[in-house]
């Protein structure tokens, strides 16, 4: 299977992800957050750093219950960042 190279709108808003991630995570240690995920430091932070920007709805999921977010939090932040 061939992947399609990700649209300049598509690395954007996986680096307002990771922005997002990071500012919830504040003061916490990326590995306390990872594991409170049950992802990988490394795997949080690609996603922090948009390395990674596409990640698995699962992944994002967890991570938000880590943080205390709501999936629809995150989403209207994510979208209220492209207005």
Do not use: N, W, Y
């Given at each position: 299977?061939?992947?399609?190279?990700?649209?300049?709108e598509?690395?954007?808003?996986?680096?307002?992800?990771?922005?997002l991630?990071?500012?919830?995570?504040?003061?916490?240690?990326?590995?306390?957050?990872?594991?409170?995920?049950?992802?990988?430091?490394?795997?949080?932070?690609?996603?922090?750093?948009?390395?990674?920007?596409?990640?698995?709805?699962?992944?994002?999921?967890?991570?938000?219950?880590?943080?205390?977010?709501?999936?629809?939090?995150?989403?209207?932040?994510?979208a209220?960042?492209?207005?």
């Amino acid at each position: 299977m061939v992947r399609t190279p990700l649209t300049p709108e598509e690395r954007e808003r996986g680096e307002r992800l990771g922005r997002l991630l990071r500012e919830a995570r504040g003061a916490r240690s990326m590995a306390d957050v990872a594991a409170s995920a049950g992802i990988s430091a490394e795997t949080l932070r690609k996603i922090e750093t948009g390395r990674a920007p596409t990640p698995a709805f699962f992944t994002v999921a967890a991570l938000a219950h880590a943080l205390g977010l709501s999936m629809d939090e995150l989403a209207g932040r994510c979208a209220l960042a492209e207005v």
